[in-house]
């Protein structure tokens, strides 16, 4: 009797995302991030007006990955969402002249932040994980 013949199965693949529609997404996501900044947005609840562009963060991260590499893995843009959200975070405990002078403009300083913040850890975190978790529903759905 002879053994079945030995399948070498490709790796599995990520199908590719659309790119139009990531970029669509990666818009909105950036429009909310600087609406959740606004002056309006101090009249939402305490929770969303503090923590949303926080959460949006590693989010349009995510997203602009996926603008870049339509095929990447969902959990390599999980990883590299989230550790650069981490890293923006870390940066904000340095205070070179030259990044504090960034800082002093609106634009960077929306980017990169003043102060280092704990909670936002858990933030990032979550996301990143909800940008990880749509991402594969979509894909799920698209089959």
């Known amino acids: 009797m002879t053994p079945p013949p030995a399948h070498d199965s490709p790796p599995p693949t990520t199908p590719p995302r659309s790119r139009p529609r990531g ?4 818009l909105l996501v950036i429009l909310t991030g600087l609406a959740s900044r606004s002056a309006p ?18 989010i349009a991260f995510y997203l602009a990955l996926l603008v870049a590499n ?20 870390f940066l904000k405990l340095l205070h070179p002249p ?5 800082r002093a403009h609106p634009l960077p300083r929306l980017l990169l ?7 936002n ?16 529903r979509a894909a799920r759905t698209s089959v």
């Open 23 to 26: 970029l669509a997404a990666l």
């Open 41 to 58: 947005a101090q009249h939402l609840p305490p929770i969303l007006s503090k923590h949303l562009g926080d959460f949006l963060w590693p």
């Open 70 to 89: 339509p095929r990447l893995r969902p959990a390599t843009a999980l990883a590299a969402s989230l550790l650069f959200a981490i890293a923006s975070e």
């Open 98 to 102: 030259p990044l504090d002078a960034l």
């Open 113 to 119: 932040g003043t102060r280092f913040i704990w909670p």
């Open 121 to 136: 850890l858990a933030t990032y975190t979550l996301g990143a994980v909800a940008a990880w978790t749509i991402d594969r």
